[in-house]
């Protein structure tokens, strides 16, 4: 199967993440809210792992998942395990640009031809299923199966979704990582924050070595219970105790149940980074069961790349990506924005969002009324939420707002009412950092 046969391949099934408008599938489920788990099941995702002979037990795994910052700690992890000589698979999602992003080995992302046969392979095991897998599960169970035939010797795996009835958790992570618990795919009901935390632990299995990556106070017990070997949580087994704004970065001093480190540089915008490299380090020595050294985390610092993690891709004027899709990765990127960028000139917010947002708590989130302009559009996907929806919540808050409803349109706007000292931040969802980063980053090719 070639690379355009296997996108049209997968775009035959069920895309729980939300499809671009001429491939939605109407009748496809929707995402599942906390708590409400009525028939589902990892059954299905079991028998495609048993018909392509279990790929997912031969390596060992560190299992990610958390509302906020999982991508980013995947990252980290990676490198600092490649740093160590290990061959490292890595499973992330959502992609950016393209969906080779999603499975990479040593850092880089899977050729187009091995993604192809990857899909062919898919495409005849599916015949022997009791049910059509959906576009996670195919794209899911690629991944290990590369893996497999890579001979990783350990896979960095990020959950799609909450956790315990994800398809990737047919997996038994040696490390079991959780960054945060926040309010996405619920509907904010009484008892939400214990609900999404039930979810998130089911990564946790009895032989995992669970990493809490932010403190969970009285919802830990609820990790607790799932049975771990060990369980380490932020602000008591491992800490930031310094994080302070450097050039180009972050410097924090961090201490883990091993060991201490002063002076690690983080080259990456906003005080967050600073928590997501804290577990990632904690993640890394209870998978070794021993600290790392200072100098290979600074080794793999060095080789890290963060795409739309408040990314700055232009200059003259400034143009930064970040994929920030709910209100603490909005708050975040607002923080980041100011304490790491002083205002030279004008700010303008190209935004963009998905369904389940409130886009008065995004704008206000993003601290909107401190841009001069506000430029609202949407990405080519069915659950974007429509960009004039978006502007009518910017008026009533007062902003000046435009409407230019196609991502990259947008930016050439943006682009027009902008000069050599001006800010552009576009944000709100992945999916609308991703459909103009290739356009952002060639005219910071340009400008350079």
């Keep these: 199967m070639d690379y355009r046969s296997a996108l049209a391949f997968l775009d035959q099934h069920t895309n729980l993440e939300g499809s671009r408008r001429d491939r939605f599938a109407p009748g496809s489920p929707g995402l599942p809210t906390a708590g409400q788990t009525d028939g589902l099941s990892l059954e299905p995702m079991r028998e495609l792992m048993a018909a392509l002979g279990d790929p997912h037990e031969a390596y060992r795994v560190i299992h990610i998942t958390g509302t906020n ?28 640009e393209t969906v080779n992003e999603r499975l990479s080995w040593a850092g880089q992302p899977i050729s ?89 632990a089911g990564i946790i299995k009895p032989t995992s070595h669970a990493v809490l990556g932010s403190p969970m106070g009285e919802l830990e017990p609820i990790f607790a219970a799932e049975g771990p070997v060990a369980l380490w949580s932020a602000g008591e087994e491992f800490a930031v105790e310094a994080n302070d704004l450097a050039v180009g970065g972050r410097v924090i001093d961090l201490v883990t149940p091993g060991a201490r480190y002063d002076q690690l540089f983080i080259p990456f915008h906003g005080a967050h980074q600073g928590d997501n490299l804290a577990t990632a380090v904690a993640a890394v020595e209870a998978f070794f069961g021993r600290p790392a050294e200072q100098d290979l985390i600074e080794f793999a610092l060095a080789t890290v790349e963060l795409p739309a993690r408040f990314e700055v891709v232009a200059h003259d004027p400034t143009i930064i990506l970040d994929g920030a899709h709910n209100p603490p990765g909005a708050r975040a990127a607002s923080a980041t924005l100011r304490e790491a960028f002083a205002r030279l000139g004008s700010w303008v917010l190209v935004v963009g969002m998905l369904s389940g947002k409130d886009p008065v708590e995004m704008l206000e989130a993003l601290g909107a009324d401190e841009f001069d302009a506000v430029i609202c559009c949407e990405p080519d996907w069915s659950r974007a939420i429509p960009a004039d929806e978006i502007a009518r919540a910017a008026t009533r808050l007062g902003l000046s707002v ?47």
């Design 112 to 200: 187009s031809d091995d993604f192809g046969r990857l899909m062919g392979l898919m495409a005849g095991v599916e015949t022997l299923l009791s049910r059509k897998p959906s576009r996670f599960e195919l794209l899911t169970a690629a991944a290990f199966a590369w893996f497999a035939e890579l001979g990783v010797d350990v896979a960095v795996v990020e959950v799609g979704l909450l956790g315990r009835y994800d398809a990737t958790n047919v997996v038994t992570g040696d490390v079991a990582v959780v960054t945060n618990i926040g309010k996405d795919h619920t509907s904010g009901e009484e008892g939400w924050e214990a609900q999404v935390a039930s979810e998130k």
């Design 402 to 448: 435009e409407v230019v409803k196609d991502p990259v349109e947008a930016l050439q706007r943006a682009l027009a009412v902008t000069a050599g000292d001006d800010l552009i931040l576009v944000t709100g969802s992945i999916y609308v950092v991703g459909e103009m980063r290739a356009a952002a980053r060639a005219i910071g090719a340009r400008n350079s």
């Design 69 to 96: 910052g999982k991508g980013s700690t995947a990252r980290y992890i990676s490198a600092l395990l490649q740093a160590t000589d290990l061959s490292v698979g890595t499973y992330t999602s959502p992609n950016i």
